[in-house]
């Protein structure tokens, strides 16, 4: 298989602690140079001129280039970057980007390995050297759902051991390796050519063929007795080549060799497609409306009707979801003052997964998850970790179920399968919810995760919140479980204990058996079949009894046979299979050549041939009766068919025969639906995520212009009243004033303007040279002109026609802030007492 390596560049980011600097040299006097990576590195419990001393450090052991980051730099390849103290980093693709410490409790490490598992996804390579401190699990969780690869330093090398590899949680780890192991592994991933993670034989075609991923998938059943042909083929391949990246396997062929030899490998894969990512009180929002709107009804509803409260989580890993549950409905009891009877079944596929559940313990940096509240009142906390009380573990069963396979628990108030149907195909989909379905009593809730829906189940559920998938069970009614069918590249053919395919060494084997009984020395005419009428060999043709039509070739028995034959070896074919022994027919008549011919028939089952079992021998022998006894005679019978009865026989065959056609065909049309439906439901999902996605930046664009409104709002307040302030100001001085715009409208003007020029109310916006006025001025407008043009101020004495006073006027242009003029404001001012 000749694949072809994409060029990506990889970045990968190290966690230190300040105490282990040591092994850092370690780490770069090892690794190649000119690897097509970025790495970056951030220090825990650094000092405040550490950056520099570190630079120095590094420029001595490694020939690449070494930078303190800046805000706002550019990652290149084939450089480090060292991380200031004090800041957290932000990558926006390539891009470094310096923030101060948000206010969210989220560390150094942690936040970084998010931010680099949301770029980089599976080109980004976390890697962990834990030291005095304890961080970095929340990271390494991230980097592992997107795909990417999370390593860590062996304990072995550590120089201070106040944190292991134990207070991470080994289902999040890929490699436990020394600081020279993990140099050597880099270089395999980043350069090797026959590294598979990145591989593509083209854009259209799978990352690993279905031959050999039916073979990787048969192995793992063999082993656990999970299937996994049903699970989404995406998701496999990408743990698969996940796998084979990690054990520098190259070549896929040799992956699958090695898993057929360790256990340790086929355990770990199996692990990995199980998928066992979770944690404590996981997407906030659906456990908040769970613990105000759900668990209050169902304890209350309990406790009314003095009955027990039984809750399933199913999936439930490592126990983190289904002890969250335990403490909201806890809480919920303590509120009401009074005792209840509850079970928590929490089930998995992974034993291993379960034997940490019910310890209940588990690392300090839970604290992330879960209120300082909760932590002290449901945990003991131990030296670097926390453990669950021992009455809330009581409240929990951990048991081992497949999900996929067995009906569940039933009458169950509550039921929780979060995170779990988003890997499954859906059929394997539907199969579940009416499962869990099954499980619920009437009105029982169900909980999904918040990108599952229940599909074609929706009359049988009301929907409580469809943003967090809560629903309530509509009716007591018993639903019938789908069938899975078989499909190309799945693996019900593989463990179907009826094989039909043989490959070579098994055919040999089988032929050397038939020819030791004898049966192939024997001048009779000897076929081999496998239980699908299939032709596997002919050893005799010398009667000529098999008839090869023209075109596709097709080996099923009884339609290459003669006519004649067709209808008693199909009997004789059924009889044997049924009844699991010899079956003999004789005085066939056969007409040919103007001649009739006695045939006797035997079918031969099992033989006594170990190889044989699953497969029959057919004798056809003319006139001559056999040398050889197979069976006695109580077993001879003879066939005789009448002829209308034959040709009655021979129509319905032929039905049939249209009838499994028009079924085949509408099978196919079927399927083809089915796969269009299916690529329509992942376009709907993937566009309902895009939506969701769309209405949270909605939301939050919304939540900004509110603010902004508010802004505004108070802006306006502000400027009503200095207008306000301005009216009353202008009301108050008995001084004539008329603001103008640049094009002479008149935009408002005092009462005492109007006694020298003949406006009103009703004019505003109206040019003023529109106007009568009644001052012994005629160059009136003309002056207000030559001040607009020339920006200055101009006084004049002028009178009044109707009173004789005298007033001065002053035109003055309207200058704003930014130094534009933008019109004229025009006083009259009584200086008769002047």
Request: charged letters at 25%; aromatic letters at 8%.
């Amino acid at each position: 298989m000749k694949l072809q390596l994409e060029n990506q560049l990889f970045v990968v980011g190290i966690a230190i602690f300040a105490e282990n600097l040591q092994l850092l040299e370690t780490f770069f006097s090892h690794l190649p140079k000119q690897l097509n990576i970025a790495l970056i590195i951030v220090v825990q419990n650094q000092s405040a001129n550490f950056p520099s001393q570190l630079v120095q450090l590094l420029e001595g052991k490694t020939s690449l280039t070494v930078h303190t980051i800046e805000d706002g730099m550019k990652m290149n390849p084939w450089t480090v970057y060292i991380v200031p103290e004090g800041k957290y980093l932000q990558l926006e693709t390539q891009t470094l980007n310096l923030l101060d410490p948000p206010s969210e409790s989220d560390t150094p490490i942690n936040y970084f390995f998010k931010s680099l598992a949301q770029e980089w996804g599976k080109h980004a390579l976390a890697i962990l050297i834990p030291g005095s401190g304890r961080d970095g699990q929340e990271g390494l969780i991230a980097i592992r759902d997107a795909n990417g690869i999370a390593l860590v330093k062996s304990p072995e090398t550590d120089q201070f051991t106040s944190m292991s590899t134990n207070a991470i949680s080994p289902d999040l780890i890929e490699e436990i390796l020394s600081p020279v192991e993990l140099a050597q592994l880099i270089y395999h991933i980043v350069e090797l050519e026959e590294n598979p993670l990145l591989l593509r034989e083209d854009k259209e075609s799978p990352l690993i063929p279905s031959e050999e991923l039916e073979e990787i998938l048969s192995i793992l059943y063999k082993y656990k007795e999970i299937d996994f042909s049903y699970y989404k083929t995406s998701t496999i391949t990408r743990r698969i080549i996940h796998r084979c990246t990690l054990l520098r396997s190259g070549k896929l062929e040799n992956y699958i060799h090695c898993l057929k030899n360790s256990e340790e490998e086929q355990k770990i894969l199996c692990q990995d497609l199980l998928i066992g990512a979770t944690s404590f009180f996981r997407d906030p929002p659906a456990w908040e409306y769970l613990r105000t709107e759900i668990l209050p009804e169902l304890v209350k509803k309990a406790q009314q009707e003095e009955k027990q409260l039984r809750i399933w989580v199913s999936a439930c890993a490592t126990g983190e979801e289904a002890y969250s549950i335990a403490m909201l409905v806890d809480e919920a009891m303590r509120k009401t003052g009074k005792s209840l009877n509850v079970k928590i079944f929490a089930t998995d596929i992974d034993s291993n997964a379960l034997e940490i559940a019910a310890r209940g313990i588990y690392p300090e940096s839970i604290a992330n998850d879960i209120s300082p509240e909760y932590l002290e009142q449901y945990f003991n906390y131990e030296v670097g970790s926390y453990q669950v009380k021992r009455s809330l573990r009581e409240m929990l069963i951990f048991a081992p179920h497949d999900l996929t396979k067995n009906p569940g628990f039933s009458r169950m108030n509550l039921v929780s399968c979060r995170n779990v149907l988003i890997y499954m195909q859906p059929e394997l989909q539907q199969r579940v919810l009416r499962l869990l379905h099954f499980s619920l009593l009437s009105q029982g809730i169900l909980l999904l995760g918040n990108t599952e829906s229940i599909g074609e189940l929706e009359e049988e559920f009301i929907i409580l919140n469809s943003r967090l998938k809560v629903y309530r069970k509509r009716r007591d009614v018993q639903l019938s479980l789908t069938h899975l069918t078989q499909k190309a590249v799945t693996l019900p053919t593989i463990y179907s204990s009826r094989k039909t395919k043989l490959n070579r060494s098994r055919l040999d084997q089988m032929l050397t058996e038939v020819f030791q009984l004898g049966f192939g020395e024997r001048k009779i005419t000897t076929f081999l079949v496998n239980v699908d009428n299939r032709l596997l060999n002919v050893f005799y043709n010398e009667a000529e009894l098999l008839q090869i039509p023209i075109g596709e070739a097709n080996l099923e028995i009884t339609e290459i046979i003669l006519p004649e034959l067709k209808l008693p070896l199909g009997t004789a074919l059924h009889r044997a299979k049924r009844d699991k022994q010899t079956v003999l027919y004789t005085g066939i008549k056969l007409y040919r050549n103007n001649q009739e011919e006695n045939i006797t028939l035997r079918v031969g089952y099992n033989c006594n041939a170990p190889s044989l079992e699953e497969y029959l021998i057919v004798f056809l022998e003319i006139e001559t009766p056999p040398t050889v006894s197979l069976v006695n005679d109580r077993q001879k019978k003879v066939y005789e068919v009448a002829p209308e009865v034959a040709q009655q026989i021979t129509e319905l065959e032929y039905e049939l025969q249209q009838t499994r056609e028009n079924l085949q065909a509408a099978v196919e049309e079927l399927e083809t639906i089915n796969e269009e439906q299916q690529a329509t439901n992942e376009e709907l999902l993937a566009s309902n995520e895009e939506l969701q996605s769309t209405n949270e930046e909605l939301q939050s664009a919304n939540e900004e212009l509110f603010t902004i409104n508010s802004q505004y709002q108070a802006k306006i307040e502000q400027l009503t009243h200095l207008s306000e302030d301005i009216d009353n100001l202008l009301l108050s001085i008995d001084i004539g004033v008329v603001f103008l715009d640049k094009n002479f409208r008149i935009r408002r003007f005092t009462p005492p303007a109007t006694q020298a020029i003949n406006i009103r109310g009703t004019d505003i916006n109206r040019p003023i040279y529109h106007f009568t006025h009644n001052l012994d001025c005629p160059d009136f407008i003309a002056i207000i002109q030559q001040a607009l043009n020339h920006q200055k101020l101009i006084e004049r004495e002028v009178t009044l026609s109707a009173t004789g006073e005298n007033l001065l006027l002053r035109i003055h242009p309207y200058i704003r802030e930014d130094d534009i003029n933008d019109g004229i404001v025009i006083t009259l001012v009584n200086i008769n007492e002047l």
